[in-house]
């Protein structure tokens, strides 16, 4: 079924907003939402900026390193190859974990084969097929003005053919007629699920408010320094006549008050100096519950603990961001196939099946890269293993529990 290109524009100018937020977070580009009304008016121009929220992104993004499809019987890695496959696959996979889902895009050169494009999710949309995990149709906005706001190159994908439109208007000239029987759009869907079957974003609500509460504290920190560098003093007793300048006084190592006329002279004191303690608690706390959030670690964050001394213990500090990254693995890995299977029909001008992919599986390097101990501990359990059941494991087990190639290959 078919909801035409009225409702998937409607569908993304509705998304966008959400995913141009999380962009935000990203970035560090987010304002501040103040709460209290006593912070003097003087700070409401300072302006913060916190990269937890990115932290959390790129330390799942940077351990999902696609490595190649084994059974490659339709030559998907030499089109990805020929596609920029490093930049190309990192970009589809940073864009995934930040707006839930990306997509890539296949057209075709002047010769006839193949390209492939990364569109992020505020500038796509379709409608998903929920076995294939394809796009029955698709839109997206390829060129946007200098603003970023008015699409001026816009695209339709369906099923046997791609429309093209320029500032609104379908261009004949563009349309390109193929032999893929779905839409030209591959999603990359990070953590789908059957209610929401284009993902979760890593930046969770979660980590947003925690976000917010940490910049807050970060103002309040900045107005309470100013307090804490210049304790307030106090003077009783001064006489009326007596000239007194509260600036030079703050700023002043020493004050010269004389005695009044009766002999008498003031009582000078200082009120008990501002801790800053308080605030670094309190920035540990929300550091802690972003951590158990993100699966991260204090330490990731800027908190500095006992150090880990090894591979194993890394990587124990870091299970839930194991399971994390090889859960992204296997919903990531779909549509980098199925992405390969729409460039397979256009590079051969022909119909496959999807189902004849089905021995093509996506392999990817350790989420974790072994250091030389974990590497001869390795190697002891696969020569332990393989005097048990000779040849059981290979060179391409070897490259996926290591991320070592053989020279003899």
């Known amino acids: ?52 929220c990115a932290k959390a992104v790129d330390s799942v993004a940077d351990r999902i390193v696609f490595d190649k499809f084994s059974n490659d019987d339709f030559g998907l890695n030499e089109i990805y190859k020929l596609n920029n496959s490093d930049v190309l696959l990192d970009d589809s996979v940073l864009s995934a974990l930040i707006s839930s889902c990306s997509f890539i895009y296949i057209g075709q050169d002047d010769t006839g084969y193949p390209t492939m494009q990364v569109i992020d999710g505020s500038n796509a949309t379709g409608t998903i097929d929920p076995v294939t995990k394809m796009l029955t149709e698709g839109y997206a906005v390829l060129e946007r003005d200098e603003y970023s706001r008015s699409p001026i190159l816009e695209a339709y994908f369906r099923p046997y053919q791609t429309d093209y439109y320029v500032n609104g208007r379908l261009d004949e000239s563009l349309t390109f007629v193929h032999k893929a029987p779905y839409a030209l759009l591959a999603p990359v869907i990070n953590r789908p699920d059957a209610k929401r079957p284009f993902g979760h974003s890593r930046i969770s609500r979660t980590c947003m408010h925690i976000t917010q509460a940490v910049l807050r504290t970060f103002r309040r920190m900045d107005v ?25 006084a703050t700023m002043s190592s020493f004050l010269n008050i004389g005695k009044d006329e009766e002999g008498e002279k003031p009582t000078v004191g200082q009120f008990q100096q501002q801790s800053m303690a308080p605030y670094a608690e309190q920035l540990k706390a ?69 189902r004849a992919f089905a021995n093509t599986v996506p392999e990817w390097l350790p989420i974790f890269e072994p250091d030389a101990a974990a590497l001869g501990a390795a190697g002891d359990a696969i020569l332990k293993i393989n005097q048990a059941v000779p040849d059981f494991i290979g060179n391409g087990n070897i490259r996926r529990l290591t991320g070592l190639e053989s020279d003899n290959e």
Not at 19 to 44: C, H, N, Q, W
Not at 225 to 232: I, R, V
Not at 319 to 346: D, F, P
């Open 1 to 52: 079924m078919e909801y035409g290109l009225p409702y998937l524009k409607k569908k993304l100018n509705a998304k966008r907003l959400r995913v141009l937020t999380r962009y935000a977070y990203y970035d560090m580009k987010v304002s501040v939402s103040e709460l209290s009304s006593i912070l003097p008016k003087e700070f409401g121009w300072l302006a913060y900026s916190l990269g937890w």
């Open 224 to 248: 309470s320094a100013e307090f804490y560098s210049f304790p307030q003093k106090y003077i009783l007793g001064l006489s009326d006549d007596a000239e007194f300048n509260n600036r030079a």
């Open 286 to 354: 929300y550091a802690s519950v972003f951590a158990g959030e993100t699966g991260l670690t204090l330490d990731d964050l800027g908190f500095t603990t006992d150090n880990p001394a090894s591979y194993d213990a890394i990587r124990a500090s870091h299970e839930s961001l194991r399971l994390t990254s090889r859960k992204a693995q296997r919903t990531i890995g779909v549509g980098y196939l199925n992405a390969g299977y729409l460039a397979a029909c256009i590079r051969d001008n022909f119909e496959y099946e999807r």
